[in-house]
């Protein structure tokens, strides 16, 4: 199996910054697209920032110029540095990864994180 772990959330006043981290663990053989999505009260989950395993960024345009996307494939690993944050920031910020497995059916399978709630407030 694969799983997605975030951690990084947390409360933070309009423009402060946090950085949120991904780490995935599991059956995996190679990660292709890894994304951020993010979700907040009585909204549909929303496209954030996405990578690919060469690394080509495409960031939603809410959040353009203030956060930064990375990835290592060797660990496994994503983050999203978020600087500048707005009230309209707030949400639970998933992470996403399509995954080739090292077992059958290999895949690729798409894979989520639990979320981390992400709160700008004064």
């Known amino acids: 199996q694969v799983q997605l772990v975030e951690s990084g959330g947390g409360l933070v006043q309009p423009g402060g910054s946090l950085r949120l981290s991904c780490a995935a663990y599991g059956t995996i053989f190679t990660i292709y697209d890894m994304d951020w999505y993010r979700q907040a009260p009585g909204k549909q989950r929303e496209l954030v920032a996405t990578?690919?395993?060469?690394?080509?960024?495409n960031y939603a345009d809410s959040v353009k110029g203030r956060v930064a996307i990375s990835r290592d494939n060797a660990k496994s690993t994503l983050d999203l540095q978020m600087n500048s944050l707005k009230p309209e920031d707030t949400a639970v910020y998933y992470c996403y990864a399509n995954v080739l497995r090292t077992i059958l059916p290999r895949g690729p399978y798409d894979y989520w994180g639990q979320g981390t709630r992400v709160t700008v407030s004064s």
């Open positions: 990578i690919s395993r060469a690394e080509r960024i």
